[in-house]
T-cell receptor
Framework: AQSVTQPDIHITVSEGASLELRCNYS??????LFWYVQSPGQGLQLLLK??????LVQGIKGFEAEFKRSQSSFNLRKPSVHWSDAAEYFC?????????FGAGTRLTVKP | NAGVTQTPKFRVLKTGQSMTLLCAQD?????MYWYRQDPGMGLRLIHY???????AKGEVPDGYNVSRLKKQNFLLGLESAAPSQTSVYFC??????????FGSGTRLTVV
């Protein structure tokens, strides 16, 4: 079945530590890939997107993501997490006329 | 720069009542979407529209109806609300690419 999987429901990291959030998808073709962030009570904000070309994409707020076709993955990374990064993060794929989302990963940042 | 505006922001309904959620965008976008967000499930597509006068079903359309009489507005209706429809509803719009813009959400509780 077509799906977007975020294996980690909740991740806790210390401020200043590195971060990697995992995302796997299962679609026949390579879809368009996205990462969104949602702060409590807010809508979704686009962090970055991958359509084609360079498999390492840079986004806002110091985030980057790497597309690995062989692993059907699009993991989000940040070298040094800030307290303000605490939020929920959603991986999404754009296919046909809509977008399908993973269940989300909640990030907690320890002081 | 209003972007995507959802009204109302909060609503409490009794089981069996009806209501309409309004989504308005001022970016001249062709595509509009209604999602619901439930804990641990990410965002799931209810209905979408690829242009004025068109609508289509998404993943979870049952119990909802939509209309797109004007390009800038996308209405989501609940004819007979059920507790299972307690959720946060997000509207989104986009152009021909995948640059989605999300509204800030409507929190609906059905008691």
């Amino acid at each position: 079945a077509q799906s977007v999987t975020q294996p980690d429901i909740h991740i806790t990291v210390s401020e200043g530590a590195s971060l990697e959030l995992r995302c796997n998808y299962s679609y026949g073709a390579t879809p368009y890939l996205f990462w969104y962030v949602q702060s409590p009570g807010q809508g979704l904000q686009l962090l970055l997107k991958y359509f084609s070309g360079d498999t390492l994409v840079q986004g806002i707020k110091g985030f980057e993501a790497e597309f690995k076709r062989s692993q059907s993955s699009f993991n989000l990374r940040k070298p040094s997490v800030h307290w303000s990064d605490a939020a929920e993060y959603f991986c999404a794929v754009g296919i046909n006329n809509d977008m399908r989302f993973g269940a989300g990963t909640r990030l907690t940042v320890k002081p | 720069n209003a972007g995507v505006t959802q009204t109302p922001k909060f609503r409490v309904l009794k089981t069996g009542q009806s209501m309409t959620l309004l989504c308005a965008q001022d970016m001249n976008h062709e595509y509009m979407y209604w999602y619901r967000q439930d804990p641990g499930m990410g965002l799931r597509l209810i209905h979408y529209s690829v242009g004025e006068g068109t609508t289509a079903k998404g993943e979870v359309p049952d119990g909802y109806n939509v209309s797109r009489l004007k390009k800038q507005n996308f209405l989501l209706g609940l004819e007979s609300a059920a507790p299972s429809q307690t959720s946060v509803y997000f509207c989104a719009s986009r152009t021909g690419g995948y640059g989605y813009t999300f509204g800030s959400g409507t929190r609906l509780t059905v008691v």
